[in-house]
C-alpha cells in the first residue's frame, strides 16, 4: 500500500520530469510564440508544484530531504516571481512580488546558515548534504534577490530589464529541475556508465548558455523605459 509520502514522491517526480520537459519545449522554442507561451505557463504550473511538493518532502523527511525543502522554496518562489516580473507594471503586482521576494530572502538567509553550520560539523555535511551544495542553492537565491531589490526600489523599469528578470528566474527554475533530473536524485534511474560518462551535466550547461546568450539578446536591445506605478 503507497503511503502519503511516497505518492508525495512519485507526484514530485512525474511532475519535475514534465517541468523539464516543457521548460526544454519553452527554452527552444521561438520567444512571444505561442508554443513558447503555453510551453511556459505548463512550466510554471508543473514546476510550481513539483517544489512545493518538494518542500513538503524536505519537511517531512529532514533527515534525508532537508536541502530537497530549500530547493523547493527557491523553486517555487523563481517561478511565481518570475511570472509577475513581466506583469510588474499591472496594479496589485508589486505587492505580490514584494512578499515573494522577502520569501527567497529569507530562504536564502537559511541555505548561507545551513552551509556554514555544515562547515563545522566534523564531515562538513548537513542531514546527508556537502557545505557546498547549499552554499550553491544561496548563490542562486542570492542573485535573485538582487534582481528583487531592483525591481523593487528602482525608480523606472524598462521593459528589457522585466522581460531579463523574467528569463533569469525561469532558467534558474528550469536548471534546478535538470539538475535534480540528471546530476541530483534522478541519476540514479540512469545506468552507471552514463553518470561516469558526464553526459548527464550536458543538459544543465546547456541551459546555462542558452540563458546567457536570450539575456545578451534582451538586454542590448534599445527599449523605452517605463516608470514604476
Given at each position: 500500500?503507497?503511503?502519503p509520502d511516497t505518492i508525495?514522491?512519485?507526484?514530485?517526480?512525474?511532475?519535475?520530469?514534465?517541468?523539464?520537459?516543457?521548460?526544454?519545449?519553452?527554452?527552444?522554442?521561438?520567444?512571444?510564440?505561442?508554443?513558447?507561451?503555453?510551453?511556459?505557463?505548463?512550466?510554471?504550473?508543473?514546476?510550481?508544484?513539483?517544489?512545493?511538493?518538494?518542500?513538503?518532502?524536505?519537511?517531512?523527511?529532514?533527515?534525508?530531504?532537508?536541502?530537497?525543502?530549500?530547493?523547493?522554496?527557491?523553486?517555487?518562489?523563481?517561478?511565481?516571481?518570475?511570472?509577475?516580473?513581466?506583469?510588474?507594471?499591472?496594479?496589485?503586482?508589486?505587492?505580490?512580488?514584494?512578499?515573494?521576494?522577502?520569501?527567497?530572502?529569507?530562504?536564502?538567509?537559511?541555505?548561507?546558515g545551513a552551509g556554514w553550520?555544515?562547515?563545522?560539523?566534523?564531515?562538513?555535511?548537513?542531514?546527508?548534504?556537502?557545505?557546498?551544495?547549499?552554499?550553491?542553492?544561496?548563490?542562486?537565491?542570492?542573485?535573485?534577490?538582487?534582481?528583487?531589490?531592483?525591481?523593487?526600489?528602482g525608480a523606472k523599469i524598462?521593459?528589457?530589464?522585466?522581460?531579463?528578470?523574467?528569463?533569469?528566474?525561469?532558467?534558474?527554475?528550469?536548471?534546478?529541475?535538470?539538475?535534480?533530473?540528471?546530476?541530483?536524485?534522478?541519476?540514479?534511474?540512469?545506468?552507471?556508465?552514463?553518470?561516469?560518462?558526464?553526459?548527464?551535466?550536458?543538459?544543465?550547461?546547456?541551459?546555462?548558455?542558452?540563458?546567457?546568450?536570450?539575456?545578451?539578446?534582451?538586454?542590448?536591445?534599445?527599449?523605452?523605459?517605463?516608470?514604476?506605478?
Amino acid at each position: 500500500m503507497l503511503t502519503p509520502d511516497t505518492i508525495t514522491l512519485i507526484a514530485h517526480v512525474l511532475l519535475g520530469s514534465l517541468a523539464v520537459l516543457l521548460g526544454a519545449i519553452a527554452l527552444g522554442a521561438r520567444k512571444g510564440r505561442k508554443v513558447h507561451v503555453g510551453a511556459g505557463r505548463l512550466f510554471v504550473v508543473s514546476m510550481g508544484i513539483a517544489s512545493v511538493l518538494g518542500a513538503v518532502l524536505g519537511a517531512l523527511k529532514y533527515e534525508t530531504f532537508w536541502i530537497t525543502f530549500h530547493a523547493g522554496i527557491l523553486g517555487a518562489t523563481l517561478v511565481t516571481s518570475g511570472v509577475l516580473a513581466v506583469r510588474i507594471h499591472a496594479r496589485g503586482v508589486k505587492v505580490w512580488f514584494k512578499a515573494i521576494a522577502v520569501l527567497n530572502a529569507l530562504n536564502a538567509v537559511a541555505l548561507f546558515g545551513a552551509g556554514w553550520y555544515a562547515t563545522t560539523l566534523p564531515d562538513g555535511h548537513l542531514f546527508g548534504f556537502a557545505a557546498a551544495d547549499y552554499f550553491f542553492l544561496f548563490a542562486m537565491a542570492a542573485v535573485v534577490c538582487g534582481g528583487d531589490a531592483r525591481m523593487i526600489f528602482g525608480a523606472k523599469i524598462s521593459n528589457k530589464l522585466r522581460i531579463a528578470q523574467h528569463l533569469l528566474r525561469m532558467c534558474i527554475g528550469f536548471f534546478i529541475a535538470a539538475g535534480s533530473a540528471f546530476t541530483g536524485p534522478g541519476a540514479s534511474a540512469f545506468p552507471q556508465a552514463v553518470r561516469d560518462s558526464g553526459l548527464l551535466s550536458l543538459p544543465e550547461l546547456t541551459i546555462v548558455l542558452l540563458m546567457l546568450f536570450w539575456l545578451w539578446r534582451t538586454l542590448r536591445k534599445a527599449r523605452p523605459v517605463v516608470a514604476t506605478q
